[in-house]
Every structure is written in C-alpha cells, then in structure tokens.
C-alpha cells in the first residue's frame, strides 16, 4: 500500500530535508534579519510575503517578536538586559536553551512594543501568522507526512529543530564565544567560519555588529556569505533593492599627516581601528605581562592575566568579567607600557565619541594623538600610528 505521494532513495530524503531548511535559513536572513530587523534592503511584496508564509509554516515564529528581540540584542549586547548572551546566560544555557531564552523575552510586552515597530501589520499578519503561529508547523506536518509518509514525521523534526539549534543556539551562544573577530565592537562578537553557508552567512556575526545594518555580511575577500549571494540574485530579477552595505576600507600610501578625510574613515572603521589597534599591541602587551611575570610582580603567576590582556585590547575594560578586570587593573598599575597603551586607546576611542567637536577640532586631536603615539617610546604603538594617518575617505556604501 503506497503510504506517499512520493517515494525516494534514502540520499533523496536527505537532500529534500536540507534543501527545505535552506530555504527557512534563506527566509530568516534575508527577511527577518537584513530586510525587517536592520532594513538593509528592501524586497518585492510578493516574495516578502513568501517569507513570512514558509517561516509560518516551519517555524512558527512571529515576525514582530522575532525583530523585536533582536533589535533589543544589538541595543543591549553584553549587558543584563540581553535577551540572549553567553557572557550573561553562560555559553551552556544559550547552546542548548537559546529557544527557551527566546520565548521569555517574546513574552516581554515592554520589548514588543519598544523594538517591534515597523514590522507587518496587515489583516493576515493578526488574524492568522501571529494569532495562529502553531497551526503553519501542523499545517507543514501533514504536507510533510502526505509527500513522504513516515518519514516525513522525520522530516518535519530537522524543520523544527534547525532554527533552535542553529539560529537560537549556534549564532546566539557561539557567534558570541568562540570564532575569529576581523573587528573590535563592544561586544564578545565572533564570526564561526569565514564562509556562510549552513546558516546562511550568519556564521559572519562579528562582520555584522560592526556594520549591522549592512546587507552584506562577507568584509574579506575570503569570506563568502551566500545569504548575499542570493540578495544579488533577487536584485537581477528586480526583487530586491539594497540600501546599505559596509563601505570598503581605503588607504592612501603618500599620506604622512591626519586630514578631514582620515577622521571621516576613522570614524566610519572605528570598530577596524580598534581591531587594527589589538592586533598591532597584543605582541607588547603579552610580552609586559611576561616581564612582570619573571619579575615575580604579585598576581601574574598563572594565566589569567594573558588572558585578560587579550580580551581588554579587543573590548573595553568595563566590559570584561570582574576576575580580569581587577587582574587588568593591577597590571596597568604596575607597568607604565600596560597604562600608556590603555589611555591611548581610551584617548583613540574618544575621536568618534565627542559629537559636539567641529571637524577641524576632530583633526587636530587625531593629529596630536598620532604625534604622541610616536613619542611613547613603544614601536609597535609608533607603527599603529603611522597606518592610521593612511586612512582615507571611505568608498560609497554605509554612512
């Protein structure tokens, strides 16, 4: 007896399987995430309904919580108001408890309502997708035991699953743990792997809080973001229009002295600078902890001040957790490196923060920055120095 319409090889299951949750993860990062949550782009009304349609259907998910809530992430990243950080949660409760951790904050009447506006509000949107967010995933369950009978039950469990495991888990806990970070935002931001595919380019997370209203993810040459890929697809036939992208990184090599253009690229690559900064001081600051270390300097016998070294010149200090901030403090207080590194930096971070400041005014103190850090006496802060002046006006994209 024929128990479905279809019958496949096992390996054609699989695929069918990927090939719809493709498709879901297609739906969340171009739709609820690029184009609702950060307005990134916009899309046809036909294939933005589309969306919103199949998210119903495998994933229940409405489109105002789902916005809602990360919106609240990005404006409260790394604090206790973060629906859904490791650094707060921990790393093992976000992993395996990132959907449980979403639905108490679409509880939250007060973040609905704060983050959510501007999302659909139609007839459809409050009469069926958001009054009956269960019966799309009933209603995906019975195509799915029509088409493949038994195993469609199967099927249709990966479905649901791969949005909480992957979404809620994966980018959530370990986009905010472990990774690579091409930037320095204020936050714990990684990127997982540098070519987004089974999430569709969300694995490019750091890339996306330092340009988070950008449409695409991919800031290197050697990334490859495929959510992207199918934004530019969308824009050949017409259904999609970009608005925003991160604007691309320019140097001029003949440039020996600050300009307005050089503070208009610092403060548009801030988080690049601050990245740039890191990476160009790590090797001294290691190597200060190191001294003190064989100078029996109390309190850096084991590792922990390395480590808390490394996190400070990727974030700021208040950000780090209370263990390294007092190792960090007491290291700062025993080496004159350590402290000039860490007002310079404060110093550098304070050019993009002074608002009320004239472009000239902004000039003038990037220039005086620049001179003092080549008069510190610390060469790797010298050489730091002499790439910033290189920064140039940056190439049309995101403001």
Known sequence: MQLALLDLPWWAYVLVTLGLTHVTIAAVTIFLHRHQAHRGLAIHPALSHFFRFWLWLTTGMVTREWVAIHRKHHATTETAEDPHSPQIHGIRKVLLEGSELYRAESANVATIRQYGRGTPDDWIERHLYTKHSVLGVVIMLAIDLVLFGPIGLTMWAVQMLWIPIFAAGVINGIGHYW????????????????????IGGEELHNNHHAYASSARFSNRWWEFDIGWMYIRVMEIFHCAKVYKVAPGIRYSTFKTRCDADTVQAV?????????????????????????????????????????????????DAQALPEKERAVLEQALHSSTVLSTIDSMRQELTAVWSRSTASKDQLVRQLEDWCRRAEQSGIDALREFSRTL???DSPSQGMQ
């Not at 990774?179 to 089974?198: E, K, M, Q, T």
């Open 267 to 315: 403060i548009t690559h801030r988080y690049d600078v601050l990245a740039r900064f890191a990476r160009s001081l790590q090797r001294t600051a290691l190597d200060e902890i190191r001294r003190l270390r064989a100078s029996a300097v109390p309190g850096f016998k084991d590792s922990s001040a390395l480590d808390a070294v490394k996190h400070w010149l990727q974030r």
């Open 179 to 198: 990774g690579y970070r091409n930037f320095a935002p204020c936050d714990a931001s990684r990127n997982i792997v540098p070519w987004g595919l089974l």
């Open 389 to 391: 002046r290189r920064y």
